[in-house]
């Protein structure tokens, strides 16, 4: 049975690495892997969305509507955008941070209230943590994309060991421990 | 995936053969017969090659798709639905398709956009479905094609409100801001390029009117001024980066200059290639790997070419930009200005501290907010800058009177 996992954000937030992270230990795992990005955006504050599917066999490079498992978000405004594309019981795992986007920039919308507790009012699974304090308290607020992999390493059944060896093969040496420390954070006590 | 040494083979060596290389009118129609001899052994080979595969399955539906679409049919039909799955479409596989339309009950062609596939096989005399069932327009997906064919497709939830849309914007310290801003201010009409600037375009500086292909907007914006005359001359610039510049848009140059048509234009020289990731261009000096290479010199370039007006300037200066501006508009002769400043993210460049709001000054009168910098923000009615994005390039300070965005500078 494949399962998906749909990485979203806001460009320049740090989803590349986590996918890529995430798409790491899973082919360790000997799953059939296939991400696919949304690219040229990736550094100019656009809406972002990324990949992640698993499985014996994946054919679509793309999750849609109602397929989601898991629903990684940066931002709770992107955590709404994309709720259309979770399963029933699937799981959204969002940072509670907040970005304006250009329309409420230039005052012409306004940043929706409360975007958490209405998808919990819709009956979604919603796990909802201030990532980017925590980033700030591992040494960097760029970390927030491995604190939410931290998070979400809680749902699956790999060893902390493995996730920390993702980070070690993928993060430049010295960030190394930064991310460890964010990752750790992240995947709080079991 | 397993990388291996790289392997190159030897060069072939080259024989002079002028019937066969050069295509004058005599070589060319003797030439033909052996194209389309080419052409029949190709659609041999198609039929047998191993690009193109049968998939046999259930024979009640039989799939002729092709790329993306066939990993989209596989993940909705698995084995339950036979596939000829094309991996080369030119030409056709006949042989293969009639043989394949035998054994299936129904015949379904899914391909994106153009029905290349379809009408193909309507050719062929066969019976299928495509475009009548499959849209024409945009993206495929696994859900589409199975509601296409009547079976069930998930469905999620979604809020009940309308979410703000959140476009892409140019990055906090992008030195195309301030020429944009220019350019919007003083009501001109741009015809734009491909690039990060195609950004533009977006509100609230809403500064581009046309952006078509590479190297168009010199090319359009001789056309426009021959066509609208003195009026367009005065209030109309092309835009093109530096790499699009390098890419295209020096034919369109020289006809600007040989025809002395009477048109400005702007290189928004960033130093690189923004949009796809920073690649090296014929005028940053260094290759695609980094290394030192043959650097074309912008200005000289222009001059070469027959301009007498080629000026830089800092697109950081709003008041140097606006001069520039007006005064190359109303010269009476083509003109080059290259507004010249590295991309922002570039790793050499170095930022300033973010800029600091003084609170007692600020009059929340957001004239900082025309620009459109996503590291600025209303919060309480006074600006706010966004310390992780601000690289204070100190545009925004130029737009306020109360000189409440302060440097962070010590």
């Known amino acids: ?71 990684i978000s940066f931002e709770q405004l992107e955590a709404a955008r994309y709720l259309e594309y979770l399963k029933p019981d699937g799981r959204i795992v969002t940072n509670i941070q907040q970005i304006d986007p250009m329309p409420v920039i230039i005052g012409a919308a306004q940043y929706p209230e409360d975007l958490i507790g209405k998808m919990k009012a819709k009956g979604v699974n919603v796990d909802a943590m201030d990532c980017l ?22 749902y699956f059944d790999f060893t902390v060991e493995k996730w920390e060896q993702a980070i070690r093969d993928l993060v430049p040496a010295k960030f190394v421990e930064l991310n460890l420390k964010a990752f750790a954070l992240g995947r709080g006590e079991d | 995936m ?95 398709i009639l043989d394949f339309a035998e054994k299936v009950d129904r015949l379904v062609v899914i391909e994106e956009l153009d029905p290349i596939i379809e009408n193909h096989c309507r050719q062929l005399g066969l019976e299928v479905s495509g475009k009548d069932v499959f849209p024409l327009l945009g993206e495929y997906s696994q859900n589409l094609i199975a509601e296409k064919l009547g079976l069930p497709v998930p469905q999620g939830v979604k809020l009940d409100e309308q979410l ?52 168009g907007s010199i090319s359009a914006t001789h056309g426009f001024n021959k066509a609208l005359g003195k009026e367009s001359e005065g209030k109309t610039v092309a835009v093109i980066g530096d790499s699009t510049f390098m890419h295209s848009g020096m034919t369109g140059l020289a006809n600007i200059a040989y025809n002395q048509s009477n ?56 008041a140097a930009c606006d001069t520039a501006v007006k005064e190359e508009l109303a010269a009476e002769e083509p003109s080059v200005i290259i507004s010249r400043r590295p991309c922002a993210l570039l790793k050499y460049v170095k ?40 690289v204070g390039c100190g545009v925004c300070q130029q737009l306020c009177k109360f000189g409440s965005l302060v440097s962070g500078e010590v």
Request: hydrophobic share 40%; net charge positive.
């Open chain 2, 2 to 96: 397993e990388t291996a040494e790289r392997i190159v083979p030897p060069a072939k060596t080259y024989e002079k053969n002028i019937a066969k290389y050069v295509m004058m009118p005599g070589n060319a129609i003797r030439r033909h017969p052996f194209v389309e001899d080419r052409m029949r052994r190709l659609q041999e080979y198609a039929d047998a090659c191993p690009f193109n595969r049968v998939e046999m399955g259930g024979t009640e539906i039989g799939i002729i798709t092709d790329s993306t679409s066939y990993m989209y049919a596989k993940e909705v039909f698995g084995d339950k639905a036979s596939i000829l799955k094309l991996g080369m479409i030119n030409p056709l596989p006949v042989s293969l």
């Open chain 2, 164 to 215: 703000p849309v959140r476009p892409p914007v140019m990055c906090a310290g992008c030195p195309h801001r301030g020429m944009f801003y220019t350019l919007s201010k003083n009501k001109v009409t741009v015809l734009g390029d491909i690039g990060c600037y195609t950004l533009g375009a977006v509100a609230p500086l809403s500064a581009v009117d046309m952006t078509l292909c590479m190297g």
């Open chain 2, 351 to 390: 930022h300033k501290k973010p800029l600091i709001v003084d609170q007692n000054k600020c009059v929340g009168c957001k004239s900082c907010m025309k620009i459109g910098c996503p590291a600025i923000s209303m919060k309480n009615g006074k600006a706010a800058i966004d310390n992780t994005l601000c």
């Open chain 1, 1 to 71: 049975m494949t399962k998906n996992v749909m990485i979203v954000g806001v460009g320049g937030q740090g989803s590349l690495l986590a996918s890529k992270m995430l798409g790491h230990i899973l082919l360790q795992e000997g799953y059939d892997v296939k991400v696919s990005e949304v690219h040229g955006m990736s550094q100019r504050g656009g809406s972002v969305v990324t990949y992640v599917r698993f499985g014996e066999k994946v054919y679509s490079p793309i999750i849609d509507k109602g397929e989601a498992d898991f629903i």
């Open chain 1, 133 to 154: 304090s925590l980033a700030e308290q591992a040494g960097s607020s760029k970390a927030v994309n491995i604190v939410l992999m931290g998070r979400l390493s809680r």
């Open chain 2, 263 to 318: 048109s400005t234009v702007i290189i928004l020289d960033n130093s690189i290639t923004g949009m796809t990731g920073h690649q090296q261009n014929p005028t940053t000096g260094y290759n695609i790997k980094g290394d030192p290479a043959g650097k074309i010199d912008l200005e000289a370039l222009c001059r070469a070419m027959g301009f007498n007006r080629v000026r830089v300037v800092d697109p950081y200066d709003l």
